[in-house]
């Protein structure tokens, strides 16, 4: 029986899994990719460790997917995290959990995933082009044919899984090609936005603390009149305003509230373990033990030094005044000021500086069975292209390495099949 071809476009997480799993099907497989060496967004995710999943029971994988958790359901059930640990296990890559469930090589390397990765498609049998820009997918009746390059050489395929990526990070090579090929294709995309970026705040008083990393406080996010999302764990001021794992999270939701319109708040918790009842008791131990001294001088077990001389001046209590002589009611808005710090959202920074894309191809004419196109046949997506995306913690390589298990399978059944 003649082998018939698929070509897959990215030689990203979803890429490189697709093109295997193609291949294993019994695919003739060429991948294609436009940058000289493949897996870049891999090798520098995670600060170049690779979060590449969580340990969280698959079951409880959905709800951290605001953009289209429910279409992942089932592929995320076929190949879940289990799977995609004992998955590298078999190429070498011992795996280690950290706080939050996040999973990461044992080497803290990302380098080691990609190679990985590379073994794979090898043992395949995949065929890799690097340096090649696909131009145009070719149709013959609503049917794919094959691909163009960009130098005009046409390559002909029985089918084409699409792992372009999205619109972040565009050095490694997510320029959006994917999203221009869709909407060519007839295909619907939803328009990419940045999800996972960090967030410009009208307050420049954050250049006073920019590079100071704040864990275990709490992020809540305002618009529309009421209070939206909140997070726990780590943060971190920059220069412009702010960012760090849950910053990242809440971004998702304050760009679509900045899009629509809204004004877009966000108060710092400082001690989120301690009610306000609580933390007014220990604002009263420290005093008793600096009694004494002035009030610029007594906050030092409270607070980090660089964040001492703002929480004194939104306290609107006098630096200098003594601590003897603070009353309740100064004490009390203190406390209200460590627990409420306030910030205005301006906006979120570009897409390009995003770690993930939001919006991309629309889910709805896609069948998650199989990756495929509801509207051509031999047409298949995965990875970030598709109008899926999720929260920091390893969900979005898990659902690309997902995905594009499901197309390759997909695609590469569709070409043992005689039409």
């Known amino acids: 029986m003649k082998k018939e071809r698929v070509i897959v476009i990215g030689a990203g997480a979803a890429g490189l899994m697709a093109a295997g799993q193609a291949a294993l099907k019994g695919a003739d497989v060429l991948l294609l990719e436009k940058k000289e060496r493949p897996g870049r967004k891999i090798a520098i995710s ?5 979060n590449l999943t969580n340990a969280e029971n698959v079951g409880d994988f959905i709800r951290n997917y605001p953009g289209n958790g429910r279409f992942l359901h089932g592929i995320l059930r076929e190949f879940d995290n289990v799977r995609l640990c004992d998955f590298f296990a078999q190429y070498g890559v011992e795996t280690k959990t950290e706080r ?28 890799l082009a690097t340096g090649q820009t696909v131009e145009e997918i070719l149709l013959d009746e609503e049917k794919v044919r094959g691909v163009r390059l960009s130098n005009g050489k046409v390559l002909e395929g029985k089918s084409v899984i699409v792992c372009t990526g999205g619109g972040s990070y565009p050095a490694t090579g997510s320029t959006g090609d994917g999203y221009k090929m869709a909407q060519k294709l007839g295909h619907k995309v939803i328009p990419p936005r940045p999800s996972l970026v960090p967030l410009r705040t009208y307050e420049d008083w954050v250049k006073q603390v920019q590079g100071l990393s704040l864990r275990n406080v709490e992020a809540t996010l305002w618009y529309g009149g009421k209070k939206q999302q909140t997070e726990f764990g780590e943060m971190l001021f920059t220069h412009f305003g702010v960012s760090g794992p849950i910053i ?19 108060t710092l918790n400082l001690k989120p373990a301690l009610t306000a009842e609580q933390l007014d008791q220990r604002v009263q131990r420290d005093f008793k033990k600096y009694l004494n001294k002035q009030f610029k001088n007594s906050l030092d077990e409270l607070l980090p030094k660089s964040l001492i001389p703002l929480v004194i001046q939104w306290s609107q209590i006098p630096p200098e005044k ?4 603070i009353n309740k009611e100064e004490r009390k808005h203190l406390v209200q000021v460590l627990q409420e710090l306030p910030l205005t959202i301006k906006e979120t920074l570009p897409l390009a500086a995003a770690i993930v894309t939001a919006g991309g191809v629309d889910v709805k004419e896609i069948d998650p069975k199989t990756m495929a ?12 292209v598709v109008d899926v995306d ?27 099949v005689d039409d």
Request: glycine fraction near 16%; hydrophobic fraction near 40%.
């Open 46 to 50: 995670g600060k170049g460790r690779c």
């Open 100 to 127: 939050g469930g996040r999973v990461f090589p044992v080497s803290d390397d990302a380098e080691q995933i990609v190679e990985a990765l590379l073994k794979y498609i090898m043992d395949a049998g995949v065929e």
């Open 248 to 266: 990242l999270t809440l971004s998702r939701w304050a760009g679509e509230a900045l899009a629509d319109g809204e004004k877009v708040r966000l």
């Open 322 to 325: 003594a601590v003897n002589s």
């Open 373 to 384: 196109s509801k509207k051509i046949k031999g047409l298949y997506w995965a990875g970030e």
């Open 390 to 416: 999720g929260v920091t913690g390893g969900y979005n390589l898990q659902a690309a390495f997902a995905m594009g298990y499901r197309a390759g399978r997909g695609a590469g059944e569709y070409a043992s």
